[in-house]
């Protein structure tokens, strides 16, 4: 953490389908605690995009991040991220520009290469003759920049397209990634990044490091700016939260073993499972991997790793089959990380609207 500057909490929200539920159940589930976060003192909130799964149900963040940022007032809202592989850079830009004309000074536009999704699917969304590979991602992302600045070069097949509509202020670009590539490339165009430790955790340290190490001042981010992303749960004692853990622990099981369907399981259904030795391992590798259980514990957990990777701000990813949980989990974790009251401007080192 950067000396002065307090410890910030985001969320990273991505929209669990609970097992008996609906889509649209947690679509407004997200909607409504994004409301809470706001009130909370969070500091952002981050919608994930995925596809082709029955346990989430956000496959297009820029639907979302609008729907949110009407109802909420000081948070900033944003994509966690867009898979750009998937589509146009124009698209992307003018979407984002969209957004900070409606809500100047509050989108984040989280740009991420991964398809979030399995190969088949990942397919599906890139038909048509004007598919892109998986290696054009830096260029897609410089065009993205490009376009929003209105930079095209000369020698650019697309020079004199502008991203509309143009405007005072523009959305906040941060990088996502989970390894060294999207690390190096978010430190040479001189962006922010934000490290998915929740997916990829060892060796993260180094990663964001290096990051640091080989960041290039810009425009848009004079100074290196890192986020992580958490997985945490909060319960009123640590019995309490492994045992609301553990549906999303099964869920992720069943996901591993394919045989994931019908949304996040019950609390009841994880409890009355007969696990086999090797499941059992695997669930006590999740648990470790998670900042679970009473407040004081899961804040504790949190600032030490904040100061393991140096970062003024994490994001905190919960799942769990009952939405009242999910949101007590974040209302205990405000309380115990002391998150500031509503009303408070949310500081950021960003320039150029962000």
Same mark, same amino acid.
């Given at each position: ?7 910030r909490?985001g969320?990273?929200?991505? @929209? ?58 000081r948070?900033?809202v944003?994509s ?8 146009? @850079? ?5 979407t ?32 048509g ?6 290696e ?11 376009y ?25 670009p ?73 549906s ?12 994931? @369907? ?50 003024d ?5 919960t799942?769990?089959?009952?939405y ?19 009303g408070?401007?949310?500081s ?7």
């Open positions: 953490m950067s000396e002065g500057l307090p410890l909490l969320i990273l929200d991505q @929209s669990p389908i609970r097992r008996g539920g609906t889509p649209r159940e947690a679509l407004l589930a997200t909607i409504e605690l994004a409301t809470a976060a706001d009130r909370l003192g969070y500091s952002r909130y981050w919608v994930a995009e995925h596809h082709n799964t029955p346990t989430l149900a956000s496959a297009s963040p820029e639907l979302l991040i609008p729907l949110i940022a009407s109802k909420t007032e948070i900033r944003g966690g991220g867009v898979m750009l592989t998937h589509y146009s @850079s124009l698209k992307v830009a003018e984002f520009r969209m957004l900070e004309a409606l809500f100047p000074g509050r989108i984040d536009m989280g740009l991420g290469r991964a398809p979030g999704s399995d190969r088949r699917t990942a397919a599906a969304l890139q038909h003759p004007g598919a892109l590979p998986l054009a991602y830096p260029e897609q992302v410089r065009d993205v920049l490009r929003m600045l209105d930079e095209v070069p000369a020698d650019h097949p697309f020079h004199g397209i502008r991203a509309v509509p143009a405007g005072p202020s523009m959305p906040a941060w990088l996502l990634g989970s390894a060294y590539d999207s690390a190096r490339f978010a430190a040479e165009q001189g962006l922010p990044f934000s490290f998915a430790h929740f997916i990829s955790p060892m060796g993260g340290t180094k990663v964001v490091r290096e990051y640091r190490e080989q960041f290039r001042p810009s425009a848009l981010c004079p100074e290196p700016l890192v986020n992580v992303g958490v997985a945490a749960l909060c319960a009123e004692t640590d019995a309490d939260a492994h045992r609301i853990g553990l999303r622990h099964l869920m992720r099981l069943r996901r591993e073993q394919g045989r994931a @369907s019908g949304g996040v399981p019950s609390i009841e259904e994880a409890l009355q499972t007969d696990f086999t030795e090797p499941e059992i391992d695997y669930i006590r590798y999740q648990q470790s991997l998670t900042f679970e259980g009473r407040p004081q514990r899961v804040a504790a957990g949190l600032r030490e790793l904040a100061e393991e990777y140096e970062a701000e994490l994001l905190v990813v799942i769990t089959h009952d009242a949980d999910r949101l007590r989990s974040y209302e205990l974790l405000a309380e115990a990380m002391g998150l500031a009251p509503p408070e401007a949310v950021t080192q960003l320039q150029g609207g962000a």
